[in-house]
């Protein structure tokens, strides 16, 4: 049972746009929900995380927004630039979501 | 500089072998994850420890996966025997539970099973 779902699994967008990449759980047990960020041939490392008691955390161009009655969460990143190209993953400690493909177009 | 180091890096082996990936969490760090990464599962957690207690193995399938903390400075995963389906890169993280949840991970072992 996939414990955390994960979309889109591909994200295309232009430089200078939005992304957002949305995330659901079930296990309302859950109480840490990281983001991680994926280079190819690296381990993920932590992008930004929030607890369920706050609804949006945000740390530069990274933002999460959190909503606890819907079991639902997501990563907004501005200004997305090419650097940010990458895998990421949504979780609920220790689960991870199937990772999303993120291309920033020059 | 702490870091979770992983062992090896690569390993190729025949179909029915042994494989044995090794795991030295963050100095201090009292839990430890292993998870499978494939392109089409993601990243699949197989087990974690914490205080070298398994908490959860229920992603690894027993028959053949076994997961061991011989001491806090070491973890084990082996597979035996193995099989082209078990062709995956395999991450190792730590962290330290309570007082942070973040987990760091390792550089994986890529497993090609031929």
């Known amino acids: 049972q996939q414990q955390v779902k994960q979309s889109p699994q591909s994200l295309i967008v232009q430089k200078g746009g939005i992304s957002i990449i949305n995330c659901a759980y079930e296990?309302?047990?859950?109480?840490?929900f990281p983001w991680y960020q994926q280079f190819p041939g690296k381990g993920p490392a932590l992008l930004i995380a929030i607890r369920p008691d706050v609804s949006e955390k945000k740390e530069g161009r990274f933002t999460i927004s959190f909503n606890k009655s819907a079991k639902q969460f997501s990563l907004h990143i501005m200004d997305s630039q090419p650097g940010d190209s990458a895998t990421y993953f949504c979780a609920a400690s220790p689960f991870f979501g199937g990772g999303t493909r993120l291309m920033v177009k020059p | 500089d702490a870091r979770v180091t992983q062992t090896p890096r690569h390993k190729v082996t025949e179909m029915g072998q042994e494989v044995t990936m090794r795991c030295q969490p963050i100095l201090g760090h009292n839990t430890v994850f292993w998870y499978r990464q494939t392109m089409m599962q993601g990243l699949e957690l197989l087990a974690y420890f914490r205080n070298r207690a398994p908490l959860d193995d229920s992603g690894m399938p027993k028959d053949r996966f076994s997961a061991e903390m011989p001491d806090a400075t070491l973890a084990t995963l082996k597979i035996q025997p193995s099989e082209p389906r078990d062709s995956a890169v395999y991450f190792c993280a730590s962290g330290l539970v309570p007082g942070g949840t973040e987990a760091f991970f390792g550089q994986g072992t890529r497993l090609t099973v031929v």
């Open positions: 296990n309302t047990a859950f109480d840490y």
